[in-house]
Each structure stands twice: as structure tokens, then as C-alpha cells.
């Protein structure tokens, strides 16, 4: 899940009444198994802050919290130091200590493309952010070149997986992978705003998946599985908590067993009816 507090999520996900807090990530936290952490990309967040996200996530059994790395790290710097990384490193500190943080990812620019000092950089930024794991989302199709995922790969970081709307500058679905994590980003496939100079960030991933898409998109997890250490599948799909549903709908075709959602966001997407259970939903919004 990419993120747990987005205000059209009020009534749906969350009560309507809950505006803000550890309540939003208690209750998120409750449904899925992994979690991502975003608001790191935009804005540097202070340690007690994450410490408290950290009390949240240790009373959840299986949880995992993956941490997106700053955009100063990710698209503007030119090289990466240890020193410029510290901030960032020590705000994860209280999730590396509870055992919750699998990944730190980092999300190239759209634009970035596989050149040397491209290459030189990202090299850079996987060696100040050890020793955590690092995902790399690569989103341009140099970067499917075979010498160029050998020598990533060479890093010990792991390649993200992308379901998203295909164009001939995207990276491809079959392009190999590399590393020991198994990553998933699902950012829907709206091909009708997505590629629209200037849209917003809820245009863009406003998209429902169907059943065969999510068919689909659970034998490629059965895939990635198969050949990886730990898997993680994030939906980025938010929009009036479609990614809830879409990590519900993709849970149940993985291990068969229901869970727990609330009433709303069954009301709101009536397919999770035959899927989840309605047990627990008093413990979400008491």
C-alpha cells in the first residue's frame, strides 16, 4: 500500500470523522501487509515522528514498511555521500531497530535515462543508503539493456517491477529483474490521463483493476516469488481507496483467505463482498 492518508479516503477506508494522526495508519495498518512510506520523498520527516509510525507498525504482526527515499537523493543530486544521506538514515533508525523496515526505495525520474554517469550515480546512492535494502524503481526502457541490469545488479539493490500504462520510452514488463527482493509497484493503468501534460497526481493513478487484470497481475507475483528472497507488492491505484481494494483482491487470489475490511469500503467496491470478512471492523473504527 502506497501511502494512508489521503483525504477522499475519509468514509471509504477511514471513518469519516478520523482527519489525521496514528489513527489513519492504525487503521491501514490493520488490512494490508506492507506498507509504503512516501511523504519522505516530498518533505524530511523528524525521527519522532517515525518513531511513533514505528510503536504503530511493531503491534501489527507481519507488517512491513517500506521508505521512500528523499526526491534530493533520488532526481536532483549528481553524486550521493554518506554525508548528505545522514538525515535520511538516521530518520529511519526507529524502523530498522523494530525489524519492520524491508526496503528503502529509490524512484528514478521518468526522464532519467542508463548513461554512464546516470549508472555512476545510482551507484553512488546504493552505497551511502547501505545497509539497508535498496529497491530501484527504473522507469526508462535504456535501462532494460542487459550490460546495464548486469552492472545495477552488481550493486546488491534490487530492481522495481512496474504494472503501469505502456508507452516505447517505458521500460518493459519483461525486462529482467535483478537482486533478492521481488517488487511490485502497481500504479494502475490509466492510459487515458497518464500520459496528459500537467495532470495531477490523483488523475494519474485514478484506476480500478478488473479481475482478469488482478488474475493477471497475481500470477506475475507467483512468478516473482518463485525467484526471489521476500516479495512486496505496493498499490499505488489511491484514488477513493482503490489500492485498499486492489491489495485486498490480490491477497485473497495469493493465499485464499479472507480479510478483515470495513462496511464502507465494501459498500464502495461490493466485489470484496465474497472476500473479506466483516469481523474485526468494530476493532478498526471503535
Known amino acids: ?170 521500460i518493459p514488463d519483461a525486462a529482467p529483474g535483478f537482486g533478492t527482493l521481488g517488487y511490485l509497484r502497481l500504479h494502475g493503468r490509466n492510459d487515458r490521463t497518464w500520459f496528459t501534460p500537467g495532470i495531477g497526481r490523483d488523475a494519474r493513478y485514478d484506476h480500478h483493476y478488473d479481475a482478469p487484470s488482478l488474475d493477471g497481475i497475481a500470477e506475475r507475483i507467483r512468478s516473482l516469488a518463485a525467484t526471489s528472497e521476500r516479495t512486496i507488492v505496493i498499490a499505488n491505484n489511491h484514488p477513493r481507496g482503490q489500492a485498499v481494494a486492489t491489495s485486498l483482491e490480490l491477497a485473497f487470489r495469493l493465499d485464499g483467505q479472507p480479510r478483515a475490511a470495513p462496511a464502507s469500503l465494501v459498500a464502495r467496491y461490493p466485489e470484496l463482498a465474497a472476500i473479506t470478512r466483516p469481523s474485526g471492523q468494530l476493532d478498526l473504527f471503535h
Open 1 to 170: 500500500m502506497a501511502g494512508w492518508s489521503y483525504p477522499d479516503w475519509a468514509g471509504i477506508v477511514h471513518p469519516a470523522s478520523l482527519r489525521g494522526g496514528p489513527r489513519l495508519l492504525e487503521t491501514v495498518a490493520r488490512l494490508v501487509d506492507a506498507i509504503e512510506i512516501n511523504v519522505t520523498f516530498y518533505r524530511p520527516v523528524p525521527v519522532a515522528t517515525v518513531a511513533r509510525w514505528a510503536g504503530v507498525v511493531a503491534e501489527r504482526p507481519g507488517l512491513v514498511i517500506v521508505v521512500k527515499a528523499p526526491r534530493v537523493i533520488s532526481h536532483d543530486a549528481a553524486r550521493v555521500t554518506r554525508d548528505d544521506v545522514a538525515p535520511f538514515q538516521a530518520s529511519l533508525a526507529p524502523l530498522a531497530a523494530c525489524g519492520r523496515l524491508a526496503a528503502v526505495l529509490v524512484q528514478l525520474p521518468v526522464h532519467a535515462r542508463a548513461t554512464s554517469t546516470e549508472i555512476d550515480r545510482l551507484r553512488s546512492i546504493v552505497d551511502a543508503l547501505q545497509p539497508h535494502a535498496i529497491a530501484l524503481e527504473l522507469r526508462h526502457v535504456s535501462f532494460a539493456e542487459p550490460r546495464v541490469l548486469e552492472v545495477l545488479g552488481a550493486t546488491g539493490a534490487s530492481r522495481v517491477h512496474l504494472d503501469w500504462p505502456q508507452a516505447t520510452d517505458h
